[in-house]
Nanobody, 123 residues
């Protein structure tokens, strides 16, 4: 399993944009990667995932018009680009490395998880 470290969270205003980064300790080029989030008092929810090739991705309906995911395997890094932030986007965001290269929105298909980075959004 790889170690994952997220960064980029912070206090934002509604309507602003933010980029989250996830750096892996090892090679992730053959793994799908994903982002999940957990808001206070709520269950962890799927946000975005990208296949090992980067040619396929999946986004949650709640964010698909505002968020995007990308990967840079040379840097062992995955990004979550967030635009037009809303108050409901406030959560701890977690990066995850898949058990395979296929895109999935199921947490059970991800083997490694980071500690999370917090995003707060003020209206």
């Amino acid at each position: 399993q790889v170690q994952l470290e997220e960064s980029g969270g912070g206090l934002m205003r509604a309507g602003e944009s933010l980029r989250l980064s996830c750096v892996a300790s090892g090679r992730i080029s053959d793994l799908a990667m994903g982002w999940f989030r957990q808001a206070l008092g709520k269950e962890r929810e799927f946000i975005a995932a990208i296949s090992w090739t980067g040619m396929s991705d999946r986004l949650a309906n709640s964010v698909k018009d505002r968020f995007s995911i990308a990967r840079d395997d040379k840097k062992n890094t995955v990004y979550l680009f967030m635009t037009n932030l809303k108050s409901e986007d406030a959560a701890v965001y977690y990066c995850a490395a898949g058990r395979s290269g296929a895109v999935s929105d199921n947490p059970a298909d991800f083997a490694s998880w980071g500690q999370g980075t917090r995003v707060s959004v003020s209206s």
